[in-house]
């Protein structure tokens, strides 16, 4: 039988007090807290469980036989539907299957590598002097970028940001509030819409229906863009921080791929996967109910430092940093991985390319922030083509 709240409260003090304010500000050393004292802990703010060790998250994300995507209460489903990311099993096959040839890497890199290039330069091309980097590249880049994938036009970039922007607030509303929830339904549904007007994909080519195709591409779009902006973002934020790693990335252009990885697993875009309980489980002591949530903890699990040396520093050398969970892990790895990594890495290097400084506007980089989706809300640079 389920806990009383109050006696799951009294029994995990540290996530009672864990508010969703304090984790989207810098939820790094509580998570640190948690593993050592309440690595598996009730959070009222959520009210869901958390989970923040390494081992146990990836356990929990490769155990597909106790732990389900599916849930009455998933927000996923209630704002998207039904889509790959709340199935489980053959439908969840069927579903990904559908789609999966566009983002292999080969295919990636034989169909996106020259548009990605091509909208890359278009929008720096644009660029000079003091500028917000996300709102005049990281956030226009993914949107450009998916529209070209699926042939659709570039003209409806500004519409697919606002839409964008409703759903991820309703996929982010923990807190049930009614309106933020309404307005992202409005918003799937009028992108759904777009779909069926302008989207160069064929459902006779699969087994899906055009309903669960439309699904099923709100959620790939969505992720597409919100990996894509954040990733990019919280990338050119480290290599401020981290004048060293600015420098070798100019100089090394083959340090790429790691300094992505790495900021994958140092501030991953994606901080939280949810999975709900389809049997008792215990785990690290702890006995969780069936029907449960457990909020597995993907920035906390990447931040362990049982899994990594001295996890708190941006090392871009290290020796295991594939191993992060950034993309989750098991059958619900992310889709779009390579096609997210190779963008961002020509966004960079094209970045780094084009302006010999980049430095940041102000004297304080902005702050990174969000429990779930993590990335800052501006970036002020100044750019210059002249060499310093």
């Given at each position: 039988m389920t806990e009383k709240c109050d006696t799951r409260a009294t029994r995990f003090p540290l996530g009672a007090s864990l508010s969703i304010d304090a984790l989207a500000r810098d939820p790094y050393p509580l998570f640190r807290k948690l593993q050592e004292e309440e690595p598996v802990s009730w959070v009222p703010a959520l009210n869901m469980w958390m989970v923040t060790r390494y081992a146990d998250v990836?356990?929990?994300l490769l155990d597909h036989a106790r732990f389900s995507v599916r849930s009455k209460h998933s927000l996923v489903l209630?704002?998207?539907?039904?889509?790959?990311?709340?199935q489980d099993g053959k439908p969840h096959d069927l579903a990904k299957q559908a789609f999966q040839h566009r983002f292999r890497p080969n295919a990636v890199r034989s169909e996106a590598e020259a548009l990605i290039m091509r909208e890359t330069q278009?929008?720096?091309d644009t660029l000079e002097g003091p500028v917000d980097l996300r709102r005049s590249f990281a956030a226009r880049l993914p949107i450009r970028v998916m529209l070209a994938l699926f042939g659709m036009p570039a003209a409806l970039e500004s519409d697919f940001r606002q839409l964008y922007s409703a759903i991820e607030a309703a996929l982010s509303n923990h807190r049930g509030d009614p309106a933020r929830e309404q307005r992202g339904l409005s918003a799937v549904a009028a992108l759904q819409e777009l779909f069926a007007e302008h989207a160069g994909f064929d459902e006779s080519e699969t087994s899906l229906g055009d309903d669960a195709c439309s699904r099923n591409l709100t959620l790939i779009f969505f992720g597409g863009i919100s990996t894509v902006e954040a990733l990019l973002l919280n990338a050119v934020w480290a290599l401020l921080d981290t004048p060293q790693h600015m420098k070798r990335a100019r100089n090394e252009p083959g340090l790429l791929p790691q300094l992505l990885h790495e900021t994958m697993r140092w501030s991953g875009p994606v901080q939280s996967a949810s999975r709900h309980c389809l049997t008792d489980v215990e785990i690290a002591g702890v006995v969780i109910a069936e029907g449960d949530t457990v909020a597995c903890m993907l920035g906390a699990a990447n931040r362990d430092k049982d899994a990594f040396a001295d996890?708190?520093?941006?090392?871009?050398?290290?020796?295991n940093l594939r191993s992060h969970l950034g993309f989750a892990?098991?059958?619900h790895f992310c889709l779009g991985s390579h096609l997210?990594?190779?963008?961002v890495q020509i966004a960079i290097g094209q970045l780094l390319a084009h302006f010999p400084r980049i430095e940041s506007e102000e004297a304080v980089l902005p702050a990174l922030s969000g429990h779930e989706f993590r990335q800052p809300a501006i970036m002020p640079v100044i750019l210059s083509r002249h060499v310093p």
């Open positions: 990836k356990a929990i209630r704002v998207l539907g039904e889509q790959m990311l709340s278009y929008l720096l996890p708190d520093h941006f090392d871009p050398d290290r020796a892990a098991g059958a997210a990594m190779l963008q």
